[in-house]
T-cell receptor, first 117, second 113 residues
Framework: DSGVTQTPKHLITATGQRVTLRCSPR?????VYWYQQSLDQGLQFLIQ???????AKGNILERFSAQQFPDLHSELNLSSLELGDSALYFC????????????????FGEGSWLTVV | LAKTTQPISMDSYEGQEVNITCSHN???????ITWYQQFPSQGPRFIIQ???TKVTNEVASLFIPADRKSSTLSLPRVSLSDTAVYYC??????????????FGGGTRVLVKP
């Protein structure tokens, strides 16, 4: 158990709909990262928040948005869903703002399976 | 984050040692090297991290040459349960910018009986 909690674990929704994925980071971690992994694909970085502020942005679509709340949990909002958005969405957390060095390792949750039909 | 290059796949047999090399030619001074293991439909799991020379823990060893332009993850005496995708990630704990937090393609390791 990495200590990163994601909900829901599985979600099935229709095209055009909007969903929200939730992540609770490890206790004490200030950074939250969101990744997308489609079937047999690598991990695609979407966005990172550090202590409530956006820190880094990857290839996140305009239909997607995220935020980190004062209690450090984060939500990823996916709207106008398309079939191609079906994927495993991972949240990860780390203590500091970047992924390097001992004590600042990124730890991943078990992911939220999104199926768009 | 430094761009990383790994072999796409490797096959091995139970009991053998598996060595996976990651190239990161433009690694920066403050960058650390971290390796992750991912099983299907699960989140990547931290294996080992290092900055230079050799690091060993209960599951793996990490060898980093003096120029730090590559690193080799060594898995001793693998078992069938070590079949997974292995990723190396190179980064600076103080910096994160743009889309430099994307993992490389990873190496699919298949351990055969």
């Amino acid at each position: 158990d990495s200590g990163v909690t994601q909900t829901p674990k599985h979600l099935i929704t229709a095209t055009g709909q909007r969903v929200t994925l939730r992540c609770s980071p490890r206790s004490g971690d200030l950074s939250v990262y969101w990744y997308q992994q489609s079937l047999d694909q690598g991990l695609q970085f979407l966005i990172q928040y550090y202590n409530g502020e956006e820190r880094a942005k990857g290839n996140i679509l305009e239909r997607f948005s995220a935020q980190q709340f004062p209690d450090l949990h984060s939500e990823l909002n996916l709207s106008s869903l398309e079939l191609g958005d079906s994927a495993l969405y991972f949240c990860a957390s780390s203590a500091g703002p970047g992924p390097g060095s001992s004590g600042n390792t990124i730890y991943f949750g078990e992911g939220s399976w999104l199926t768009v039909v | 984050l430094a761009k990383t290059t790994q072999p796409i796949s490797m096959d091995s047999y139970e009991g053998q040692e598996v060595n996976i090399t990651c190239s990161h030619n433009n690694i920066a001074t403050n960058d650390y090297i971290t390796w992750y293991q991912q099983f299907p439909s699960q989140g990547p799991r931290f294996i080992i991290q290092g900055y230079k020379t050799k690091v060993t823990n209960e599951v793996a060893s990490l060898f980093i040459p003096a120029d730090r332009k590559s690193s080799t993850l060594s898995l001793p005496r693998v078992s069938l349960s070590d079949t997974a995708v292995y990723y190396c990630l190179v980064g600076d704990r103080f910096k994160a910018a743009g889309n430099k937090l994307t993992f490389g393609g990873g190496t699919r390791v298949l351990v055969k009986p």
